[in-house]
């Protein structure tokens, strides 16, 4: 792995798990061992610069992982239950469910930086964007698919939020009975 995205790496797991504001840069430095020229080197404009990088490293994984359970399943119902089981599966055998959100990234910067706020607007547009694509395949109208899309957006993060600060699976579980069998009997 070169050092740019150890660099990425290493500093997406320390956000998720402390926090922007509660990560210093040498904290970051120290796991990846390497020095802060090395570091400045990648990312000139220093720690927010770092952080865009790895909400967009973040975005890219997380779409991409949602578009290939998407793809195996023939309706949005069976999709939306496949994803919910692997991020149960994920949170019971990890203990945490950090690499498939960065809402405590969000809720923390959001709303100081615009650079930041439009990284974290992508990847919600993108989830959006999958669950809508599978409602209009379903045969709902774009303006149904993108309200329901909205709603289960919103629940899934809510939920993921959830397991986190309950310690239990329990949230997500309840999202997926409660969304497949109001969303998609409509």
């Known amino acids: 792995m070169d ?35 090395s570091l400045y080197h990648h ?5 927010e610069e770092l952080l865009i990088a790895c909400l967009h490293t973040l975005t890219e994984k997380i779409t991409m992982d949602m578009k290939q ?26 203990g ?12 923390e910067m959001g709303s100081l930086s615009e650079s930041v706020r439009n990284a974290c607007s992508l990847l919600y547009t993108n989830i959006q964007k999958i669950y809508c694509d599978k409602l209009v395949e379903d045969g709902l109208s ?11 957006t ?5 939920g993921i939020m959830l397991c986190l600060t309950k310690k239990s699976s329990e949230p997500l579980r309840e999202i997926a009975n409660v969304l497949t069998k109001t969303s998609f009997n409509l």
């Not at 774009?142 to 289960?152: C, D, V």
């Open 3 to 37: 050092t740019k995205s150890l660099i990425i790496e290493v500093a997406t797991k320390i956000f998720q798990e402390k926090g922007y504001m509660g990560v210093g840069l040498n904290e970051i430095l120290k796991e990846c061992n390497i020095s802060k020229g």
């Open 43 to 47: 990312f000139p404009n220093g720690k």
């Open 69 to 94: 359970i998407f793809k195996k399943h023939p309706t949005t119902e069976e999709a939306i239950k496949a994803m919910v089981n692997q991020l149960i599966i994920h949170f019971e055998t990890e």
């Open 96 to 107: 945490t469910i950090t690499s498939y959100t960065f809402t405590s990234i969000v809720s």
């Open 142 to 152: 774009l303006e149904t698919a993108n309200s329901i899309a909205l709603t289960m």
């Open 154 to 158: 919103a629940s899934i993060e809510g």
